[in-house]
């Protein structure tokens, strides 16, 4: 009998030739959750190579990289608390939702999954048209149909300014939603009344799925380009800032098609977790040591504030010992598991005769001729 592949040969495969498997696999619970975090410990060690080529990259961009959200945290330390819970919110909970049904829903091509997934898609494209053309963006086309429609009215009624201001919100807010609300039902409804086309779809997905699988990969992780801002000089470069992003794209679209949807999103919130926890140290250091103004050794913290860090710094080093074990577990399993396999091809057995000596003894001994 020819042993069970371990994980990392079943992952090998997938990578050298992703193939599509309609329905899903998806084994039980406690599988698919234990596979699920070693599949976290063994491409951290990825994202951490990653990160390496982060910094080494970094003194190509002048002074740095200029990264959105730290900025963001450096500037609102005020309200520290506050903070750490929008951050919480944004990385662990909607991030990982909203990007998996962006990047991973449809690569299981139902009827829902392709509206659903397209259309959350669509969204993230025009969100990066947006950052490079900000007149083509979505948004500054309702603000142009709005000044078109009420600006020349709303001349007449200065003392209206600020009301004029509100409706124009509202109106490139529903405006929005309303568009993307009618790409989704028009996707839907027409896969579903028009049973032949999707049938087309998936014959096309299945001949060309590892294609598909690996722009979902890669256009996942130079969507995240998005959080530097001073990379016009050296643009050539960036890819390999999102090294980590590129890697993550790889493991969370194996695991949407390999254990589900939901197994994805559960997979990204622990990654997103490790740089919330990293952006909470950030939260509670001192603004003027984060800009380089002052040494470690001045920095001057409060009790509560060293509890806090001393208790982050905790988590790393326990995620450390946890990686460290998972994937000296996963390892082993891939070495015993070529063992048995040698072992079988030098000594192959015959499944029939070993199940039942006797037969075999039978089968040798010649019968008498009458």
């Known amino acids: 009998m020819t042993p069970q592949l371990s994980l990392l040969e079943r992952l090998w495969s997938f990578i050298l030739r992703p193939t599509l498997t309609m329905p899903i696999p998806k084994p039980g619970f406690w599988v698919s959750l234990w596979d699920s975090l070693r599949l976290f410990c063994f491409f951290l060690l990825f994202s951490i190579l990653g990160v390496v080529v982060n910094i080494l990259v970094s003194p190509f961009f002048g002074d740095g990289l200029e990264n959105q959200v730290t900025d963001l945290l450096i500037q609102t330390q005020g309200d520290r608390w506050l903070s750490l819970i929008f951050l919480f919110v944004f990385l662990v909970v909607l991030a990982p939702v909203m990007e998996e049904i962006a990047f991973r829903q449809w690569l299981v091509p139902t009827r829902w999954n392709l509206a659903l997934g397209l259309t959350f898609l669509l969204f993230y494209v025009e969100s990066l048209v947006g950052a490079v053309l900000p007149w083509l963006s979505l948004t500054n086309c309702l603000r142009w149909?709005?000044?078109?429609?009420?600006?020349?009215?709303?001349?007449?009624?200065?003392?209206?300014?600020?009301?004029?201001?509100?409706?124009?919100?509202?109106?490139?807010?529903?405006?929005?939603?309303?568009?993307?609300?009618?790409?989704?039902?028009?996707?839907?409804?027409?896969?579903?009344?028009?049973?032949?086309?999707?049938?087309?779809?998936?014959?096309?997905?299945?001949?060309?799925?590892?294609?598909?699988?690996?722009?979902?990969?890669?256009?996942?992780?130079?969507?995240?380009?998005?959080?530097?801002?001073?990379?016009?000089?050296?643009?050539?470069?960036?890819?390999?800032?999102?090294?980590?992003?590129?890697?993550?794209?790889?493991?969370?679209?194996?695991?949407?098609?390999?254990?589900?949807?939901?197994?994805?999103?559960?997979?990204?919130?622990?990654?997103?977790?490790?740089?919330?926890?990293?952006?909470?140290?950030?939260?509670?250091?001192?603004?003027?040591?984060?800009?380089?103004?002052?040494?470690?050794?001045?920095?001057?913290?409060?009790?509560?504030?060293?509890?806090?860090?001393?208790?982050?710094?905790?988590?790393?080093?326990?995620?450390?010992?946890?990686?460290?074990?998972?994937?000296?577990?996963?390892?082993v399993e891939l070495v015993l598991n070529r063992r048995k396999l040698a072992q079988l091809q030098v000594n192959p057995v015959n499944p029939i005769n070993s199940a039942n000596p006797i037969n075999s003894v039978n089968s040798e001994t010649p019968k008498p001729q009458v």
């Open 145 to 331: 149909a709005f000044d078109l429609i009420i600006i020349p009215v709303s001349y007449s009624l200065k003392e209206l300014s600020d009301v004029v201001e509100i409706l124009r919100i509202l109106f490139v807010f529903s405006g929005y939603v309303s568009i993307f609300l009618f790409i989704l039902s028009t996707g839907y409804l027409t896969l579903r009344l028009q049973d032949r086309w999707h049938r087309a779809i998936q014959s096309w997905f299945r001949c060309y799925f590892g294609v598909l699988f690996y722009f979902s990969a890669v256009f996942f992780g130079l969507v995240h380009i998005s959080n530097y801002t001073n990379i016009q000089q050296f643009w050539w470069l960036t890819p390999l800032l999102v090294l980590p992003q590129l890697f993550g794209g790889i493991e969370l679209g194996y695991v949407r098609t390999q254990y589900g949807l939901m197994w994805a999103m559960f997979n990204h919130a622990l990654n997103n977790f490790i740089p919330f926890v990293a952006m909470a140290c950030v939260l509670f250091l001192p603004p003027a040591f984060l800009q380089g103004k002052v040494d470690l050794s001045e920095v001057q913290l409060t009790d509560n504030d060293t509890l806090v860090l001393a208790f982050l710094g905790l988590f790393f080093l326990v995620l450390l010992v946890v990686v460290v074990v998972v994937n000296i577990f996963t390892f």
